[in-house]
């Protein structure tokens, strides 16, 4: 798996839909929104969580900048946020003093 905070870094999408995820990010819970949003258990690793997370957004993406009707951006705002929240998760590296 990349390095989830450079992914997320160097993530270039509308900022509008930024702006959104950050928003929902502090209202994200676990147990009720990811099942919602993967489809599965919430009791998921959070590193696999991510990397199908990183997947779902990528085609959400895709399906955005092809003007496809079936494009719904409250579903890619719920993925974006899932994945912030997310990547919150993770344990940090080692930090320095």
């Known amino acids: 798996m ?9 993530l270039r ?30 009791n998921l690793q959070s590193s696999k969580v991510i990397d199908d997370l990183i997947e779902k ?5 895709t399906t955005r900048k092809n003007g496809d009707a079936a494009y719904n951006v409250v579903r890619h705002v719920e993925i974006l946020i899932a994945l912030m929240a ?3 998760l993770l344990p940090r590296g080692p930090q320095s003093v």
């Open 13 to 42: 999408r509308p900022r509008l839909l930024i702006r959104a995820a950050r928003f929902g990010v502090n209202d994200y819970n676990r147990s009720r929104d990811l099942k919602r949003v993967m489809g599965s258990a919430a």
């Open 57 to 61: 957004e990528a085609a959400f993406e």
């Open 2 to 10: 990349t390095d989830i905070n450079t992914l997320l870094a160097t």
């Open 86 to 88: 997310e990547a919150r």
